[in-house]
């Protein structure tokens, strides 16, 4: 299967702070999603962003399918940031792959 | 809200119990998904199914049983669960040209 990998693994960040997480993938992928797990285990989609970039308020994503990885900007970081941030690739039919995620910590 | 309903969100449940978990989508999705994310693991895919065909079983023991009476419902039955089954259970449910959207899981805790 394809290897997805994010790094760094865990971030401290004070509150306001601007931050890039990163997802690298071994294969050609169909579909790359970004989502957030809060710490009641809720996973919430926040990109569905196989190439291009887009962006959704404080956040923004990058992929570039081509050199195989993804970037998520989060700027202005907030305490209600503070959770797991997976990234998902998709090559086959419906298979999603996941990253181990970036733990990411906003302190007040 | 996110259009994918599980119930219970908790559980505890001894290991001669039979339970079974709920999934419930009205996103107009067809194919459903059973992850389970164990303490410190990346997310370990289950079942797929797809347009109620189940298409997909990553080895998992017979202990965990799917069922997917229609394309909005799916359901995990448990029984004699260990210890180690305790984790996140999550249901997920996608369109073919689309991407996930996942439940709010249930947490299991077997005893």
């Known amino acids: 299967g394809i290897q997805v990998e994010q790094s760094p693994p865990d971030l401290i960040l004070q509150e306001g702070a601007n931050s890039t997480l990163r997802c690298n993938f071994s294969d050609s992928v169909n579909n790359l999603q970004w989502f957030h797990q809060n710490p009641w285990g809720q996973l919430i989609n926040l990109f569905y962003?196989?190439?291009g970039t887009k962006q959704n308020g404080r956040l923004s994503a990058t992929t570039v399918a081509t050199e195989r990885y993804s970037l998520l900007y989060i700027s202005s970081s907030q305490t209600t940031d503070s959770g797991v941030y997976f990234c998902a690739v998709v090559a086959n039919f419906n298979k999603f792959y996941f990253g181990s995620g970036t733990k990411l910590n906003v302190k007040p | 809200e996110t259009g994918v309903t599980q119930t219970p969100r908790h559980l505890v449940m001894g290991m001669t119990n039979k339970k079974s978990l709920k999934c419930e989508q009205h996103l107009g999705h067809n194919a459903m998904y059973w992850y389970k994310q164990s303490a410190k693991k990346p997310l370990e895919l289950m079942f797929v199914y797809s347009l109620e065909e189940r298409v997909e079983n990553n080895s998992v023991p017979s202990r965990f049983s799917p069922e997917c009476p229609n394309s909005s419902h799916l359901f995990l039955h448990l029984h004699t669960l260990q210890p180690e089954d305790s984790a996140l259970y999550l249901c997920?449910?996608?369109?073919?040209?689309?991407?996930?959207?996942f439940g709010s899981g249930t947490r299991l805790t077997v005893v």
């Open positions: 962003i196989p190439s």
């Open positions: 997920a449910s996608s369109h073919a040209t689309g991407g996930y959207t």
